[in-house]
């Protein structure tokens, strides 16, 4: 994984500044087929009365109400938008987390906190920008992530095998920039299926 070291991070209140000029208007089509993306990949993925937490759900929680559209029933955390941390106590048949994980400022702690308000044999859906192949220099020469001081972390497939390994999850890649993790059943790492 590639970062931004502490130095250069902004601070707590120009991020969430940075945020609040975010449009993701949950009724807006373009934003809605965007997260689709990630939707399509789980929907078909948990059982119908399955209870999720989107993390990292932002000022306006669009992908909470598509959840909840499919009717499951959905909940949002978001550290500066909804901040309620009861929904990370709950646990939780499966998690989305579309366009965040590259925020995360100490992303391991992030991870543990989602591991754990994960069930057993339940699904965490991420969706971020990860370009193929070793990182090199010329990754970033003309790449829009970068340009966005709100992201600090760059995940490769590679950083997900890491993560999967050292969570003992199973992952798939479905689809160019969404990565699924299934959460082993049991102590042993043992699933029932592959996501």
């Not at 789980?42 to 499919?70: C, I, K």
């Not at 995360?104 to 308000?117: I, Q, S, T, Y």
């Amino acid at each position: 994984m590639v970062f931004v070291p502490d130095e250069f991070v902004i601070s707590p209140a120009q991020e969430r500044a940075r945020y609040e000029l975010h449009h993701n208007d949950p009724d807006d089509e373009g934003y809605r087929q965007f997260l689709s993306r990630l939707l399509d990949e789980v929907t078909p993925r948990v059982p119908p009365e399955a209870h999720g937490l989107d993390y990292g759900s932002g000022p306006e929680p669009a992908l909470v109400g598509m959840l909840r559209e499919f009717g499951f029933e959905a909940l949002g955390y978001d550290l500066y938008f909804a901040p309620d941390e009861s929904a990370l106590a709950t646990v939780h048949d499966f998690i989305t987390c579309s366009e965040t994980v590259e925020h995360f400022r100490r992303p391991l702690m992030e991870f543990d906190r989602m591991d754990a308000a994960l069930a057993p044999g339940g699904l965490l859906a991420i969706m971020t920008s990860m370009p193929e192949g070793d990182w090199d220099a010329g990754r970033f020469a003309g790449w829009h992530y970068p340009t966005d001081e709100t992201h600090i972390c760059y995940y490769s497939v590679r950083t997900m095998e890491w993560l999967a390994a050292h969570y003992s999850w199973q992952l798939r890649i479905p689809r160019p920039d969404v990565a699924l993790m299934l959460k082993p059943e049991r102590a042993d790492g043992a699933t029932a299926t592959a996501p």
